[in-house]
């Protein structure tokens, strides 16, 4: 007698069947849908906290820097003007009576 070959024949589609019904199958395949979910629960959420975070970033921190940039370029124009005018730049706020 010849020995059954397990993929060629009828047999391996119920063993088949069996693993694919068994619990540990279906809780494996739970797992990963759970998985799936979350990650796109996740991914989503992300995607929010980056939109709010650059929104935030263009509204408050961009006019800051710009406001910053034109009064340092005004304090080196006064220093400028101070130093073509010959009057040395007062040193350190202290007032002179």
């Known amino acids: 007698m010849a020995?059954?070959?397990i993929g060629?024949?009828?047999g391996d589609s119920s063993i088949l069947?069996?693993?694919?019904?068994s619990s540990i199958v279906s809780q494996?395949?739970?797992a990963a849908c759970d998985a799936v979910y979350v990650s796109k629960k996740l991914l989503k959420s992300t995607g929010k906290a980056a939109w709010i975070a650059g929104t935030t970033l263009l509204i408050l921190v961009v006019p800051l820097v710009i406001e910053m940039d034109r009064e340092q370029l005004l304090n080196e124009m006064e220093?400028?003007?101070?130093?073509?005018l010959g009057t040395p730049p007062p040193a350190g706020?202290?007032?002179m009576y």
């Open 8 to 10: 060629v024949g009828g």
């Open 17 to 21: 069947a069996k693993i694919a019904n």
């Open 79 to 84: 220093f400028q003007q101070t130093s073509l």
């Open 28 to 30: 494996g395949r739970n």
């Open 3 to 5: 020995p059954k070959r």
């Open 93 to 95: 706020g202290m007032p």
